[in-house]
């Protein structure tokens, strides 16, 4: 069984800064991929930012030059930090992992439970 479990979400005024973390822990062959996606109300999910394994980045246009992802590996951890927060910034977080349990298995992605990230004076 594979977790995702999410931290540092909360309540911040505009131009404020949040650092979410994200581990993965269970049955973990290999992580392909992790990222960060958000939901907003009566808005569908989007990408926030993602990494893959070689390290290589890449992110939404809305929240270039303020958001970063990173992970670490050896902890199977992804973090973003994000910086010059805007109250349209407000939504769900959700981690993602597209990873393999096994060898033998194809990889498929994983999701956190979510945590709320709010901007407002």
């Known amino acids: 069984q594979v977790q995702l479990v999410e931290s540092g979400g909360g309540l911040v005024q505009p131009g404020g800064s949040l650092r979410l973390s994200c581990a993965a822990s269970?049955?973990?062959?290999?992580?392909?991929?992790m990222g960060w996606y958000r939901q907003a109300p009566g808005k569908e999910r989007e990408l926030v930012a993602r990494?893959?394994?070689?390290?290589?980045?890449n992110s939404a246009d809305s929240v270039k030059g303020r958001f970063t992802i990173s992970r670490d590996n050896a902890k199977n951890t992804v973090y973003l930090q994000m910086n010059s927060l805007k109250p349209e910034d407000t939504a769900v977080y959700y981690c993602n992992a597209n990873l393999q349990v096994t060898a033998s298995f194809a990889s498929r992605d994983y999701w956190g439970q979510g945590t709320q990230v709010t901007v407002s004076s």
């Open positions: 990494i893959i394994s070689g390290g290589s980045t």
């Open positions: 269970g049955r973990i062959f290999s992580i392909n991929a």
